[in-house]
């Protein structure tokens, strides 16, 4: 499967990330922030530039706690989480008026929960995110939250 190109002219496609794409573009970064940005081969990306708090704790997303045969792909999916918008047009078709974007630590715990979920597959023999089946995931869906009950 190719990705289109990004175009100047088309916000809502991204460019495929090189080793030194900054972890957060440009465009979501307050002018006034001046929290490190980190880039896309790092081990460690500070999510300090989606922070405008003064004095709010700066999270970071540590790739060491990804399995190392998935790595490359839930990177490539977190920097699409962390710099990609939905297109208006798929909102309102689906009756959703506005997306605001999740915070700092709501991307971050995303990213960890795609984590979660490699290193489940590793552990059922499965290497690559495209060899997840429908019925891995509900197997990691059953264990994930029999192990860690969602509480309201």
Known sequence: ?????????????????????PVVRPRW?????ANPNGRYHEPVWPLGPF????????IKIHWRNCPAPMTEQIKQV????LNGQLRPTYLQSRGIRARSRGSANEMRE?????????????????KDLRG?????????VTDRFRANPIRH
């Open 132 to 140: 997840c089946t429908y019925d891995h995931w509900i197997a990691y």
């Open 51 to 58: 922070i405008d708090r003064p004095g709010a704790s700066l």
């Open 78 to 81: 977190t920097w699409i989480l």
């Open 29 to 33: 970064i307050s002018s006034g922030n």
């Open 1 to 21: 499967m190719s990705l289109p190109l990004a175009s100047e002219s088309d916000p809502y496609l991204l460019p495929i990330p090189s080793p030194d794409s």
């Open 110 to 126: 995303t990213c960890y929960e795609w984590m979660r979920l490699g290193r489940w597959l590793a552990t059922a023999g499965v």
